[in-house]
């Protein structure tokens, strides 16, 4: 896919409205995890470098009206320790207000806006709202991925109504994206994971056609095992899903599924619960599965480290805890040490393998997990679509 990027728009001198992706955990006030504030700040150097004003909007967690506790100001003082430059927080996402502290604030200071999601507005794309965050900028960038698959006013709204272009990251993660969607280096891996099938199946649907094996861990893969037959316990199963994934087993492409041999077991789920190894095929009754045992680790290990494209979401046990936390560190551990393209998206997996420190090991570390699923499903990703209507103008 080609977009207009940041080289196809004049900045210097103008006000550019950078729709960022700074929806980060905070802990006692502060930002807990750094990470998609430094993949933002790449977009925010380009533009200043180039004379630039710079105007940050982004949303943060799921505020119901305006919440305090959700306010944007600690991660405005990170982006602007870790990007070495002056942040200014605004006294909201729109208004008069907010003209004005960007109209006085200094060239070289990074106006963030509070978080989008203060307003009604955002997740509906309002229309007023779009405009009036368009009046905030000469030019829009779109550098957030993690929210490509929403169609707000932040994203989309602003888009339709302002000279837009993708951001620095957001032109990266649709390379890499559109690299596991082509058909030629071969093998090509995925390995899913997670809590839910229902949250995957239809990538899988989408995929299976098209790789060479599908690796499937974690809570989701519970319910492979039920519709297959086997006894899984009291390991997480969605019932409700059953008939659709015994088809998808049992279809043209189910022979590319590959499911645990064995597992990590425990009565209880908690983290100091006493644990031992089971079978794939025979999980004891009043027990679950916690994380992928060796023997599917190895498995797992093998197939991917053999590969030439990999894309890996979804943890494959509680990595959290550490007594179950080694059947997704041999994962990570496999990826990181494949020679092929290799990705890594989804909430989870990205703090999986930055936890072992592996993340540097790995082509692409994604900042969008359900956007990057809904890309590779072969959706059309709204804040994706806004920007295309540019194309002519690059």
Same mark, same amino acid.
Request: aromatic share 6%; charged share 20%; net charge negative.
């Given at each position: ?16 409205? #950078? ?5 980060? @955990? ?49 991660? !405005? ?18 208004? @008069?207000? #907010? ?7 200094? @060239? ?5 806006? %509070? ?37 707000? /006013? &932040?994203? =989309? ?21 559109? %690299? ?9 891996? #995925?390995?899913?994971?997670? $809590? ?14 098209? #790789?060479?094996?599908?690796? =499937?861990?974690? *809570? ?45 077991? $425990? ?16 999980? @004891?009754?009043? &027990? ?40 997704? !560190? ?5 990826? !990181? ?9 989804? *909430? ?36 994706? /679509? $806004? ?8």
């Amino acid at each position: 896919m080609t977009l207009p990027t940041i080289d196809d728009l004049d900045v210097s001198g103008r006000t550019v409205l #950078v729709r960022a992706d700074l929806n980060v @955990p905070l802990h006692d006030g502060a930002v807990a995890d750094d990470f998609r504030i430094l993949a933002s700040l790449p977009t925010i150097v380009a533009l200043r470098a180039r004379d630039a004003k710079v105007v940050v909007c982004s949303h943060l967690g799921r505020p119901n009206g305006h919440e305090a506790s959700l306010s944007l100001a600690p991660i !405005a003082d990170r982006l602007g320790q870790l990007g070495d430059f002056p942040t200014m927080l605004a006294p909201g996402v729109v208004g @008069p207000a #907010v003209k004005r502290t960007i109209a006085e604030s200094d @060239p070289d200071t990074v106006v963030v806006l %509070e978080n989008t999601r203060f307003e009604p507005g955002e997740v509906t794309n309002d229309s007023a709202l779009g405009v009036a965050l368009a009046e905030l900028g000469d030019v829009f960038v779109n550098d957030a991925f993690g929210t490509a698959h929403r169609s707000h /006013a &932040s994203n =989309v709204g602003v888009a339709q109504r302002l000279r837009s272009a993708a951001g620095l990251l957001l032109a990266k993660e649709i390379a890499a994206f559109d %690299e596991l969607l082509d058909d030629t280096d071969r093998p090509y891996v #995925v390995v899913l994971g997670g $809590a839910k099938v229902s949250d995957k199946l239809a990538v899988m649907k989408n995929l299976l056609p098209k #790789v060479d094996m599908m690796l =499937v861990g974690g *809570g989701m893969c519970f319910t492979l095992l039920a519709a297959s037959g086997y006894e899984v316990g009291d390991s997480l199963v969605e019932e409700s899903m059953l008939d659709e994934v015994g088809g998808l087993l049992q279809g043209e492409h189910g022979g590319k599924i590959l499911l645990p041999a064995d597992f990590v077991v $425990a009565e209880s789920f908690a983290e100091h619960a006493s644990n031992e190894l089971a079978s794939g095929t025979a999980i @004891p009754e009043h &027990s679950m599965g916690l994380d992928i045992g060796p023997e599917a680790s190895a498995q797992f290990s093998n197939v991917v480290t053999a590969a030439e494209r990999v894309f890996w979401n979804g943890p494959m046990g509680v990595f959290e805890w550490e007594a179950f936390r080694a059947g997704t !560190a041999a994962v990570a551990d496999a990826v !990181a040490s494949c020679n092929g393209f290799t990705v890594v998206g989804g *909430g989870d997996s990205v703090a999986a393998i930055r936890m072992l420190g592996r993340e540097t090991d790995v082509s692409h570390v994604s900042s969008g997990g359900g956007a990057g699923l809904q890309y590779l499903e072969g959706k059309i990703l709204p804040g994706i /679509a $806004a920007l295309e209507q540019w194309s002519d103008h690059a």
